[in-house]
């Protein structure tokens, strides 16, 4: 093997490469400013005679316009527009019911789901779909969603290793294959690898990830806050409890049909046990906020907002059933389309003097009133320490009251256009949602997908196809197309491009490779072929995986051939190990993952510097059994 000499222009991209590994484990600046930074010293150097070479100024930008940067812009739209017509909720509400709330039976289905989609598609379009369900979840649960994203956005990527379509190394790996033949005889030609050759291997990695997080993640993911934590809806039993002393919870219980109720009302039941009744469903329909003096008619459910000592006293004196969790009830209340919120009467309010019977006031604002705050006083049907329960349904408003609702965020929506209120609460989701138009939302997901798996169009015009499709059918409009997008993991990723191509344009990559391979001659064909697959898992971490793949694999197949082994094998231990890639959050999924779980450089060094480790060995033994 030639010897390359280390030239100045190398060694000045070796010097970048050590400044910006030091700026992110440091994070003196941001990421993506350190991303950006990079890049313009990048151009700077470039300007001078002896190191012109080292970029393309010209070029320098070209990563903003790259198929990966814009594959995930659209991707990143395609999850908002389906997010925007309810279906991310109903796949959150499907994952909570056969997971339940916990972290240890959540992590599996949501990180098995992404696993499989993303063996079919693009890994970061599986992670950027997936990102509306699983912060949903994590609201609903409170688990924070740093702990639920990092094993999605792994397992995303590890999916990739299971079929030959799954990432763009495995993708490009029969090409280079075939363009290695040509130079081969005819005793040494490689096979190419079928379609699900790699399964095997593929399985395996995504499973060990799934267990890594199960087992180990207690210790190895980020504690976070807790979803939600705060004063909007998201937090609404701590909040009762933190702010006015309401103990309470959501609970759902049912009504049986042979339970007559004797003609008993929603206000009967909840003056006698000093409870709210907040949500009704009968006959497969659904109210939230129902009439208070509705009569209970039976088989029928109820939403209930209490005390679990006042509910548990309910339950066992009237003969219902109370759920373990919310089930009918779970989507209506869950923190993302409903929760507490605070309204002022202003004086000159035309509600002074009137109650919310006389209001009729569920009907007429579609929503619950919880409690009356008065002179440093809380009013509410339940007691609490220092206040004994009041019907505050017939107490008639005074100017400077504050109102503790609970309603969906839609009508409190409209609230803030009502003058006889004054909304305290700000924090709230003012989106709307728009399920009437799902078809067309899946429509334009199913000829962007289509498109991917049966055309060779390239994948960001797919993508944008999928994305515009959406924007034109109004789905979502322009400007909420542009609030989809994390424009931070945008720049971070194309603000790198430029330094990945300096890496292979100057050779510094190949100067690398050929240094740590003069290290391993003579050493066993295990330890070459281990060798080989450390080599690919550093490259991917600096340089683009596709790079890395066409760079590296004509160096395996050339060290397998001199050493005795299988050049096909080699050249597939490239392709799988440029996908490890979870040390720092350079590939594309870890980058999207990052700004909305808050993690830090050093949260994936320790969770991914562990995974990095059992990838190396799973794939290894996987490789040498299967093949």
């Known amino acids: 093997m030639e010897s390359i000499t280390l030239t100045f222009e190398m060694s000045v991209v070796l010097g970048l490469l050590a400044f910006t590994v030091f700026l992110f484990v440091s994070e003196i600046v941001r990421i993506d400013l350190a991303a950006i930074l990079v890049m313009v010293l990048l151009g700077l150097i470039s300007q001078f005679p002896s190191t012109q070479n080292v970029a393309d100024v010209a070029h320098l930008f070209d990563g903003f316009a790259s198929n990966a940067v814009i594959s995930i812009i659209a991707v990143m739209i395609i999850g908002a527009g389906l997010d925007k017509t309810g279906v991310m909720n109903k796949v959150a509400a499907v994952i909570l019911k056969r997971g339940g709330s916990t972290e240890g039976r959540i992590i599996p289905i949501i990180s098995g789901t992404v696993g499989v989609i993303s063996s079919f598609m693009q890994n970061v379009g599986a992670a950027a779909l997936f990102l509306p369900v699983v912060s949903r979840i994590s609201v609903r649960t409170e688990i924070p969603l740093s702990r639920l994203l990092m094993p999605m956005g792994f397992c995303a990527i590890l999916g990739g290793t299971m079929t030959l379509v799954g990432s763009s190394p495995l993708i490009l790996l029969n090409d280079l294959i075939l363009s290695a033949n040509t130079t081969l005889p005819a005793d040494q030609q490689m096979e190419p690898f079928g379609l699900f050759s790699v399964t095997p291997v593929g399985i395996c990695l995504v499973l060990t990830g799934i267990i890594y997080f199960v087992v180990f993640g207690r210790w190895v993911l980020p504690k976070g806050s807790k979803a939600g934590d705060g004063t909007s809806a998201q937090g609404l039993k701590q909040y009762l409890k933190r702010i006015y002393g309401l103990k309470t919870d959501i609970f759902e219980i049912s009504i049986h049909e042979e339970h007559g ?278 490259f991917t971490l600096v340089m683009s995986n596709v790079g890395a793949t066409v760079l590296l694999v004509p160096l395996a197949v050339s060290i397998a051939l001199a050493a005795g082994g299988d050049p096909a094998i080699f050249a597939l231990t490239v392709a799988i190990s440029t996908s490890n890639s979870f040390l720092i959050p350079t590939h594309q999924v870890n980058a999207l993952i990052m700004g909305p779980a808050g993690y830090k450089v050093m949260d994936f060094v320790k969770s991914g510097g562990i995974m990095t480790i059992l990838f190396l060995v799973v794939s290894m033994l996987m490789m040498n059994v299967v093949f």
């Open 261 to 538: 109720c004797g003609g008993m009302t929603f206000d009967d039941l909840m003056q006698k046990y000093h409870v709210y009744v907040i949500g009704s469903a009968y006959q497969g329909k659904r109210w939230f906020a129902p009439l208070i003096r509705t009569e209970i008619t039976a088989p029928c459910r109820l939403a209930v907002l209490a005390r679990r000592k006042e509910v548990m006293q309910m339950v066992e004196a009237e003969g219902f059933t109370l759920h373990p969790m919310l089930d009918v009830f779970a989507e209506d209340y869950a923190a993302t389309q409903s929760g507490v919120a605070e309204l002022v009467i202003p004086p000159g309010s035309n509600l002074v003097g009137k109650s919310a019977h006389d209001l009729v006031f569920r009907k007429a604002y579609g929503a619950s009133m919880l409690a009356i705050h008065r002179d440093e006083e809380t009013m509410s049907y339940v007691a609490t320490e220092d206040h004994e329960p009041t019907a505050i349904a017939e107490v008639p408003f005074k100017v400077g009251d504050t109102l503790v609702i609970h309603s969906t965020w839609e009508a409190l929506t409209r609230l803030t256009e009502n003058r006889d209120f004054v909304v305290v609460t700000t924090d709230f989701p003012r989106e709307e949602m728009r399920p009437r138009k799902l078809g067309w939302a899946l429509l334009f997901f199913l000829i962007a997908l289509g498109l991917i798996l049966f055309s060779d169009v390239r994948l960001s015009l797919c993508l944008l196809t999928g994305a515009v499709g959406m924007i034109l059918t109004k789905v979502l409009d322009i400007d909420e197309a542009y609030e989809a997008v994390s424009w931070t993991t945008v720049f971070l990723l194309a603000s790198l491009i430029p330094l990945g191509m300096a890496v292979q344009s100057t050779g510094t990559a190949e100067w690398i490779a050929h240094q740590i391979l003069a290290l391993l001659d003579g050493w066993p064909l295990w330890a070459l072929q281990t060798g080989v697959a450390v080599l690919a898992t550093i």
